[in-house]
C-alpha cells in the first residue's frame, strides 16, 4: 500500500494570496505528479517530476510553480490566488526499485477555495 | 497521441447485483498498461485493477474482473455482487511509454439498495 499524503485538505482563502500546497510520499518514488481535478471531475495533468530537480509542465496550462528538491517531497505554489484557482488537487507518485513501478498512487487531495 | 473514452458518464446498478462498466482506448505502442481507478465520494482516488497490455490473461481482484480485448482496443471493468460502498466515480486510464497517466472522463457509478 502506498503512502502519500497531501497538506492541507481543505483551504479557504482569499484573492490575491500566496499558498503552498504540500505533497509528500515515503516509498522513495521518482516519479511524482500534480493533477488537477474540476468540478465534473475530470483529471488534468498540470505538472510533473522525474526526480530531483526535474519539473515539466503538464497537458493543462496552470499558474502554479513547483519543485523538486528531494525526492519524497513535491509541493505546488500559486504565488498570486484567484477564484479561477478554485479546484481539487491530487498528488500522485510512482516508481521504486520493487513492485508496480507503473503504478500511480495518489494522494488525499487538497479542496481549495479562493474567494 | 494517447486517448481514452468512456462512454457511459453515469450508471447505477441494485445491490448484489453485476455491472459493467465501458473502456476504449487508443495507443499506437505495443507495451503498455491499463488501470480502473476508484473515486468515492469526497474520498480518495485507489486502484482497483490493472493490466499489462502484453498479458493475455484478464486480471481480477476479488469482486473485480476485466474483459481485455487487445485487437479492439476494448478495456470493461465488470463488478460483481455489487455493494454500496462500491458507488464512487471510476476512471479507465492508460500508460504508456510517456510516463504519464491518460484518463477516460469517468464514469458515476450508483449501487443502490
Known amino acids: 500500500e502506498a503512502d502519500i499524503y497531501q497538506t492541507p485538505r481543505y483551504l479557504v482563502i482569499g484573492t490575491g494570496k500566496k499558498i503552498t500546497l504540500e505533497c509528500s510520499q515515503t516509498?522513495?518514488?521518482?516519479?511524482m505528479y500534480w493533477y488537477q481535478q474540476d468540478p465534473g471531475m475530470e483529471l488534468h495533468l498540470i505538472h510533473y517530476?522525474?526526480?530531483?530537480?526535474?519539473?515539466e509542465k503538464g497537458d493543462l496550462s496552470s499558474e502554479s510553480t513547483v519543485s523538486r528538491i528531494r525526492t519524497e517531497h513535491f509541493p505546488l505554489t500559486l504565488e498570486s490566488a484567484r477564484p479561477s484557482h478554485t479546484s481539487q488537487y491530487l498528488c500522485?507518485?510512482?516508481?521504486?526499485?520493487?513492485?508496480?513501478?507503473?503504478?500511480?498512487?495518489f494522494g488525499p487531495g487538497t479542496r481549495l477555495l479562493v474567494l | 497521441a494517447q486517448t481514452v473514452t468512456q462512454s457511459q458518464p453515469e450508471m447505477s446498478v441494485q445491490e448484489a447485483e453485476t455491472v459493467t462498466l465501458s473502456c476504449t482506448y487508443d495507443t499506437s505502442e505495443s507495451n503498455y498498461y491499463l488501470f480502473w481507478y476508484k473515486q468515492p465520494p469526497s474520498r480518495q482516488m485507489i486502484l482497483v485493477i490493472r493490466?499489462?497490455?502484453?498479458?493475455?490473461q484478464n486480471a481480477t481482484e476479488n469482486r473485480f474482473s476485466v474483459n481485455f480485448q487487445k485487437a479492439a482496443k476494448s478495456f470493461s471493468l465488470k463488478i460483481s455482487d455489487s455493494q454500496l460502498g462500491d458507488t464512487a466515480m471510476y476512471f479507465c486510464?492508460?500508460?504508456?511509454?510517456?510516463?504519464?497517466?491518460?484518463f477516460g472522463k469517468g464514469t458515476k457509478l450508483t449501487v443502490n439498495p
Open positions: 486510464a492508460l500508460q504508456g511509454g510517456s510516463e504519464k497517466l491518460v
Open positions: 500522485a507518485s510512482r516508481g521504486g526499485v520493487t513492485g508496480r513501478q507503473e503504478t500511480q498512487y
Open positions: 517530476s522525474y526526480g530531483v530537480n526535474s519539473t
Open positions: 516509498m522513495g518514488h521518482d516519479k
Open positions: 493490466q499489462e497490455a502484453y498479458k493475455q
